[in-house]
């Protein structure tokens, strides 16, 4: 059974900085793509950041330029660094996994970004 658990969420200042980690329980390398995801209150889950097996990023426009994903194969864990954090990144974010047949969802962790 794979399980994800997401954490680092938390309060912090507009402009500030958070990490998320996403702990994967098997081999990051063995999926397809892993990826963040977040749903702000009253609106659709979104993509936010995605990274492939061999290492390929890609970001929503609106992440871009403040937002990296990358990973560490060793610890199983997929990271969400996110820089000068604005309002509107309020959210639960979530970590999906696919195997090339399933989708594996974490339990999200929670990012308030508010003064």
């Known amino acids: 059974q794979v399980q994800l658990v997401e954490s680092g969420g938390g309060l912090v200042q507009p402009g500030g900085s958070l990490r998320l980690s996403c702990v994967v329980s098997g081999s990051t390398s063995s999926f397809h793509f892993i990826s963040w995801h977040r749903q702000a209150p009253g609106k659709q889950r979104e993509l936010v950041a995605v990274i492939t097996s061999g290492g390929s990023t890609n970001y929503v426009d609106s992440v871009k330029g403040r937002v990296t994903i990358s990973r560490d194969n060793a610890k199983n864990t997929v990271y969400l660094q996110m820089n000068s954090l604005k309002p509107e990144d309020t959210a639960v974010y979530y970590c999906?996994?696919?195997?090339?047949?399933?989708?594996?969802w974490g339990q999200g962790t929670r990012v308030t970004v508010s003064s």
């Open positions: 999906k996994a696919f195997n090339g047949s399933n989708d594996y």
